[in-house]
């Protein structure tokens, strides 16, 4: 249905791209002809109306004097429809390099979208999607730079990946290394939140929402201060063990979940099993299950669950009269990928290619008959081949 409403009722929306110069032609048309074709517009929660398309209609009747204008209503984007829809349309300019890869970031870990999809609905390709992402692993300063334009994209993310080829792998036997500081370091799931609680309360200050559960504990020089502490306790002792830290422990809701996950089920149906949402299972179970239990991965918490006897034993799809024996190779292979180490990684430590780690992985996968390796992992646990 064509509505007539007051055209300063319609403010720009979320693909405005300033004021247009080029709609001389259509200030004609529809001072000659009146205006043929309703714009599209959306109203807000809060009651605004937006515009979705035809910015260059309501500009031209705007400068011809126009008091209302004929509109139609759409749906209004919300969450990562409209952060997606926003970045097709600033693709081209408005965003910075940076800009394009926090957002991207985004909607690929907070929204969960497919790089396919997103790379789809940009007009782009994956590997496009992957580089612009790649670019967040700048160094402050070489952010500036290239925000200052003195670095290429293209150079930039030959630096990253230079550096990453540089580092060499963590041995399938190393302890876990200690939390980065950028790795969840404000929320409860870091094993130093309770010292910064503390220690932002002797200061004087406190920081968390009690009705918003993911709000920030603490402030950030109190953070540095503490991991700063926590780094020189390390350093002066390595090898003390800390025979005060209890053995973690999981709730109910976090065994029940970690057991679906184990048994093939996505994140999805997980969350559906449990009564909760994706975001509720992400942020509210498995993120401070994973950062007390010092871990950074699921898989690495999969692991530490079926060593501590807390996942049942996965029955095999395939039983056999003969026991699956893993050789020295593929056991290596699981034993990196219980430490939460990639592919490549895996594949720099052992001297040979990504594909032959992945072709490992996949005949073990079909020897089993399980799933994901989620599965493979637990059995190999529980039979008493992987340590």
């Not at 160094?139 to 990453?164: N, S």
């Not at 509720?280 to 060593?307: C, D, K």
Request: proline share 9%; glycine share 6%; net charge positive.
């Amino acid at each position: 249905m064509i509505y007539r409403i007051p055209i300063h009722d319609v403010t720009p929306g979320i693909n405005w791209r300033g004021p247009t110069t080029d709609s001389i032609n259509l200030q004609r048309s529809i001072d000659k002809a009146g205006q043929k074709d309703p714009i599209r517009i959306a109203t807000t929660p809060d009651g605004i109306c937006e515009i979705l398309d035809g910015q260059r209609r309501w500009t031209a009747m705007r400068r011809l004097g126009h008091t209302h204008i004929s509109v139609i209503t759409g749906r209004h984007l919300t969450g990562a429809a409209r952060a997606l829809q926003q970045l097709a349309w600033h693709i081209d300019g408005g965003y910075t390099p940076l800009a394009q890869a926090k957002a991207l970031a985004h909607l690929v870990r907070v929204e969960q979208l497919p790089v396919p999809h997103i790379a789809t609905s940009l007009g782009t390709t994956t590997r496009w999607v992957t580089d612009r992402i790649t670019l967040l692993r700048l160094t402050p300063g070489e952010q500036h730079r290239l925000l200052i334009g003195d670095l290429t994209p293209r150079t930039a993310l030959k630096m990253v990946r230079r550096r990453h080829n540089d580092t060499p792998a963590r041995a399938p036997d190393a302890p876990p290394p200690p939390p980065r500081r950028h790795q969840r370091y404000w929320h409860m799931g870091h094993p130093l939140a309770s010292a910064a609680i503390a220690a932002c309360a002797d200061a004087g200050h406190t920081h968390r929402n009690p009705h918003t559960p993911w709000a920030p504990v603490s402030c950030a020089p109190i953070w540095e201060h503490v991991i700063r502490a926590d780094e020189r306790q390390r350093t002066q002792s390595p090898t003390t063990p800390n025979t005060t830290t209890p053995t973690p422990t999981l709730t109910p809701r976090e065994t029940h979940a970690i057991r679906l996950i184990t048994a093939g089920m996505s994140q999805t149906d997980t969350a559906r099993r449990l009564g909760v949402s994706k975001a509720f299972l992400q942020r509210r179970v498995l993120l401070p299950m994973i950062g007390r239990l010092g871990v950074t991965t699921t898989i690495e918490a999969v692991a530490w669950a079926a060593r501590h006897h807390l996942i049942p034993l996965p029955p095999t799809p395939h039983p056999t009269t003969t026991p699956i024996t893993l050789d020295n190779h593929t056991t290596t292979i699981l034993r990196s990928t219980a430490a939460g180490h990639t592919v490549r990684q895996i594949a720099n430590t052992m001297n040979t290619d990504e594909r032959t780690i992945i072709n490992r992985l996949q005949a073990l996968n079909k020897r089993t008959g399980f799933r994901s390796r989620y599965q493979t992992i637990a059995w190999a646990i529980h039979t008493g081949q992987l340590p």
